[in-house]
């Protein structure tokens, strides 16, 4: 069968990937709250998803890159939508429970496959992070549509969008099977522990991988300030509640705004450079955020910190894949995403501890200090890339 060109294929496959995500919407919550779940239960639920993941996420990297990405993250996105099915049948705790399971583990098999998957598929760095701006148009666009999609379904039962989420996660799975080409971590001769092993060893003797871990560190305690309270600040600002999911979908589309500027930055502007001085651009916005307390300049701001995410998230991208090497790719991305996933953990009640304590303006005043601290463990990662960069893939190795 005749396989898709790798560009074609990552962008078809992450649009659905997308889709699924954006069909849950609110519809997990709200099904398991009519069948009777306390939000202390809702709670255990996520909990299991999260635990899933971060105990699978670093061996099943090593599994990609040993026996091949495109497989790995087939069988992730299959597990993604057997979960979502079991959740869609559910209606106790335990049958919630096992679906939160199966999809914290297809999510940890997926984490890190398709980067590493599409990297090494193409032999040009521009051409990845043009690429992943491009994501970003997709996300941008396919998200407000399946929020469209996800309402009129819930109409009809409360739980069909979960049980849409699972159907596309299926699809996403045999697509990867049917039409990507498969590639590895070098070409079979190591043992999976030895994959495990150096992956481990690249990271500890990588000081540009321990600058962005250290700005990592610090965005966690941004991304979750942004994710969570983004509405309540409007609504302090005075925003009617009914107006509420109009400016989640203009904050969505203000993505692919976002992706079109990175799209044009890839094909002149350096990406180390786009990645310290979006993250810096992420400070000023937290802080124009924290002192505005009018309605419209802060809707204008958030659009700004979603435009950046896009553009951010495409430079950062492109980063890591230049300082991984080819053959442990998929490892070390499972290992950083392991290492980013205990920050969150560590990073969500201190959020939520400094909201109670200084209110929401004091957490973005954070959000804007730890903003500009990542900037700076970002320029420390590009100074060190440039004296002394980690080793380039190798376009094509491993590939059938």
């Not at 087939?74 to 959740?87: D, Q």
């Not at 990588?206 to 962005?212: G, P, W």
């Not at 601290?373 to 094509?396: D, F, Q």
Request: proline share 2%; charged share 10%; aromatic share 10%.
């Amino acid at each position: 069968m005749r396989k898709l060109e790798p560009t074609r294929g990552y962008l078809t496959v992450y649009g659905l990937q997308t889709a699924m995500m954006h069909l849950l919407g609110p519809y997990l919550v709200l099904w398991m709250k009519a069948n009777g779940l306390s939000y202390v239960q809702i709670g255990v639920t996520q909990s299991v998803f999260m635990g899933m993941t971060m105990l699978l996420d670093f061996p099943t990297g090593g599994l990609a890159d040993k026996y091949g990405r495109r497989l790995n993250y087939a069988f992730g996105m299959l597990l993604y939508g057997l979960g979502y099915v079991a959740i869609f049948l559910s209606s106790s705790v335990a049958g919630f429970a096992t679906g939160f399971a199966l999809a914290g583990a297809g999510a940890a098999f997926a984490s890190g496959s398709l980067t590493a998957w599409f990297c090494d598929s193409v032999d040009d760095h521009r051409v990845a992070y043009s690429t992943f701006s491009r994501s970003s148009v997709v996300e941008g666009l396919v998200g407000p549509a399946c929020g469209v999609l996800a309402s009129l379904a819930s109409t009809l039962a409360l739980n069909l969008p979960i049980f849409l989420s699972g159907a596309v996660a299926m699809v996403a799975s045999l697509v990867a099977v049917l039409w990507l080409r498969e590639n590895y971590g070098g070409k079979g001769e190591r043992s999976y522990l030895r994959v495990l092993r150096e992956g481990v060893v690249e990271v500890a003797g990588s000081r540009v991988l321990r600058y962005l871990i250290l700005s990592g560190l610090f965005m966690s305690l941004v991304f979750p300030t942004f994710m969570l309270y983004w509405v309540m600040i409007l609504r302090d600002c005075g925003l009617p509640e009914a107006l509420s999911g109009a400016i989640y979908t203009i904050l969505i589309l203000s993505m692919s705004l976002g992706g079109i500027i990175s799209n044009r930055l890839a094909k002149r502007a350096d990406f180390r450079l786009v990645t310290v001085l979006s993250t810096l651009g992420w400070g000023v916005l937290f802080l124009g955020i924290a002192l505005s307390r009018s309605l419209l300049l802060s809707i204008l701001l958030f659009v700004g910190v979603e435009v950046l995410y896009a553009i951010r998230s495409a430079a950062i991208l492109t980063f890591e894949n230049r300082v991984v090497s080819q053959r442990n790719r998929a490892v070390v991305f499972s290992f950083l995403g392991t290492v980013m996933a205990i920050f969150g953990l560590v990073a969500n009640p201190i959020i939520g501890a400094v909201a109670d304590g200084w209110g929401l303006r004091g957490l973005y005043h954070l959000a804007a200090l730890s903003a500009l601290l990542s900037a700076l463990a970002s320029l420390a990662a590009s100074r060190s890339s440039e004296s002394a960069p980690g080793k380039e893939a190798v376009p094509g190795e491993g590939t059938v």
